[in-house]
């Protein structure tokens, strides 16, 4: 009877740990087989631990060039889908203009389509306009499909803002801009940066709509697509595991910064 009562009280405990493992099963697996030394092309199978894939990261052929490539177009994308989505965020939470409405319905509407029927979409749109597919193109697309969500997170946070604290800056004679730059903004500063990050993680994470707009540009996730038909190399592990430990630490980072604002604050 004790036992049944531990678990009710517990319960929603376990099952959140439960499936916080679930999701963390694929890096686990992804870490675990960057330390395996494959016999063959395929690391599918655990033959050996080894960390020569690690102490040469770069030992494939154009992976690191990929990366690259794909860590300069998630960057600038997460530059300009910030800066416009959260400018439009402003205008349709604080003016009143016509069809504005029905700019906030189309926010929606990247998020909600197909990948594919928007890489199509942009596909044909490039084409039609003589564009020469690449770098460019890649990062016009992924800005375009980025800045939904960007608009949707900052949306939230200006929303919950309290008109009263810029009011109460005007009363203080303070300009506009001192105004936006001194209480706007730091208090809709968490929301930019939510927005950003998931920004930054859609744009390097894309496959669909790059590999319809990409032309002869190859990012990290279409290497790992075309290697993945020839034989998975132990290097492509590596850097995802880099990846995951470099999100968790600035999760981490995030958190300890909070509390010790909280201490201050308290």
Request: with cysteine; proline share 4%.
């Amino acid at each position: 009877m004790t036992f049944v009562k531990w678990l009710k009280h517990h319960l929603v405990v376990i099952a959140g740990l439960l499936t916080l493992g679930y999701l963390l099963l694929p890096n686990v697996v992804v870490t675990v087989f960057s330390f395996n030394k494959p016999k063959g092309r395929f690391n599918y199978e655990w033959q050996q631990f080894s960390t020569d894939a690690w102490k040469d990261p770069c030992g494939v052929a154009d992976m690191c060039g990929s990366l690259s490539i794909s860590l300069q177009i998630a960057v600038w994308a997460t530059i300009g889908a910030t800066i416009l989505g959260a400018m439009i965020a402003f205008a349709l939470v604080r003016y009143r203009f016509r069809a504005r409405s029905s700019v906030n319905s189309l926010i929606f509407l990247p998020m909600a389509m197909p990948e594919v029927v928007m890489a199509a979409s942009l596909l044909t749109l490039f084409l039609n306009m003589g564009a020469q597919l690449g770098f460019l193109t890649i990062l016009i697309a992924h800005i375009m499909f980025c800045l939904s969500f960007v608009v949707v997170a900052v949306k939230a946070r200006v929303m919950s803002m309290d008109p009263s604290l810029e009011e109460a800056a005007r009363d203080l004679y303070a300009s506009p801009a001192q105004t936006f730059l001194r209480v706007t903004l730091p208090i809709a500063a968490p929301g930019i940066a939510a927005g950003a990050l998931l920004a930054f993680a859609l744009s390097f994470d894309d496959f669909i709509i790059t590999n319809f707009n990409a032309g002869s540009t190859v990012t990290f996730p279409m290497f790992v697509w075309g290697s993945a038909q020839r034989g998975t190399p132990v290097q492509i592990n590596v850097i995802g595991t880099a990846m995951f430990l470099v999100a968790v630490l600035l999760v981490l980072a995030s958190m300890v910064i909070g509390k010790r604002r909280t201490r201050q604050k308290a």
